[in-house]
């Protein structure tokens, strides 16, 4: 989804607060209203926005560089 968004030049970023939120009082208030029941657990959200600056580009790769990680 992140890179679907990237690619029509909507920026994204992970939030991994939705167990929390949606435990609290006002997040139960929420499912309640939105007809979501269940034992459903948030685990996180993708919030979209248009960015208010150019995307940076990415740096040039290194020829023949690896890290191996034993």
Known sequence: MYSAAYS?????CWIHRTKEMFESEEGKALLKEWGIKGDYIGVGSCILGYPDCDHPKAAPRKDNFVVMVK
Request: zero cysteines.
């Open 8 to 12: 029509l030049g909507i920026g994204s």
